[in-house]
């Protein structure tokens, strides 16, 4: 390890599988790699301690803000780009810092935005209705007291998986104007019928779709998946890690359809195939988090890790998934 860096455990969050996620990067000393989710800085930290060279991307301006120690460290072997990860192709092109030879990207929010209660990601500390990554752009408090019962009700089945949307949805309508996370998780509860003594808060699915929805989380990974297809150079390796099961689908198809391995059955598949040399070698077997981790993390609990290293062939057109 690097001495001019402390270890990864002095950072304020400790990433999650970041052992398993360095073991997935396999970096040699001097190789360039990318951070396509900065965060409070975990990961990059522990690249950087493995001799990379680094390119964090972060949509959060409070995420820039706060590697600035960091970045002044880690002098020319850091560069903190303020972007969603969506954008990496278009920004490392730009900066001449095309092919690189590992991506990692750590999907959802982050452990620093959830524990800011005035960022609104989290019920568990009363603050505002916000949930913006980027602090610009709609927030949760113009969605749920503006947009209309139908796509509210849309927004929860779809990106939250909540059966009851609808019924969640009218109840939000009812108690306009909501400005708190309190305020709205009550609502929700009441909808749903929480009991102190049940096993898992309701508002939380509920919160998850909201957020995902604003902030177009799932669009970004698809969007970010191809970029990163696109920057790796022949060799490179991608790792990815998801928290819940509309994430961890999309990454699976998307390394099963680009190396080639996806199963039969899709009627778009044969001429998919016909076009594209895989991108991708068949992707290695998902990694979650031991019992070790998860008792010193409860986050890990959910987490998921495939890896994939990318062939010579030419990135498949966006679209194409």
């Not at 396999?26 to 360039?32: L, M, Q, S, T």
């Not at 850091?78 to 690189?100: C, K, N, T, W």
């Not at 999309?250 to 076009?275: D, I, M, N, T, Y």
Request: aromatic fraction near 4%.
């Amino acid at each position: 390890m690097n001495a001019r860096f402390a270890p990864v455990a002095d950072a304020p969050h400790v990433p999650v599988l970041l052992a398993e996620v360095l073991d997935a990067l396999a970096i040699v000393p001097g190789e360039r790699h990318v951070d396509a989710t900065f965060g409070a800085g975990g990961y990059t930290r522990a690249m950087l301690g493995r001799g990379a060279m680094v390119v964090a991307f972060d949509r959060d301006p409070d995420a820039i803000a706060g590697g600035a120690a960091l970045s002044a460290e880690a002098g020319e072997r850091l560069m903190l780009i303020e972007a969603p990860f969506s954008g990496m192709a278009r920004e490392l092109d730009e900066r001449d810092l095309v092919p690189v030879d590992g991506v990692v990207m750590d999907i959802g929010v982050s452990s620093m935005q959830l524990d800011q209660a005035e960022r609104g990601f989290s019920f568990q500390a009363d603050g505002p209705l916000d949930m913006r990554m980027s602090q610009a752009g709609e927030s949760a408090a113009d969605f749920v007291n503006e947009a209309d019962e139908a796509v509210i009700a849309d927004v929860l089945f779809r990106y939250g998986e909540e059966p009851r949307s609808r019924r969640v949805a009218k109840a939000i309508v009812a108690a306009r104007p909501l400005s708190r996370t309190g305020e709205l998780a009550d609502v929700i509860r009441r909808a749903l019928g929480y009991r102190a003594h049940d096993k898992k808060d309701p508002a939380t699915r509920c919160f998850q779709a909201i957020r995902i929805h604003l902030n177009r989380e799932l669009d970004e990974l698809v969007e970010g998946l191809a970029a990163a297809e696109r920057v790796l150079a022949p060799g490179g390796r991608l790792a990815v890690v998801t928290f819940h099961s509309l994430e961890d689908r999309l990454v699976k198809r998307f390394l099963r359809e680009r190396s080639g391995s996806e199963p039969a059955g899709s009627r778009h598949l044969p001429q998919v195939r016909a076009l594209h040399a895989p991108s991708f070698e068949t992707p290695a077997r998902a990694v979650r988090a031991g019992e070790a981790e998860v008792s010193r993390n409860p986050r890990a609990r959910s987490a998921t890790l495939r890896v994939a290293r990318r062939t010579s062939a030419a990135p498949w057109q966006q679209g194409t998934m």
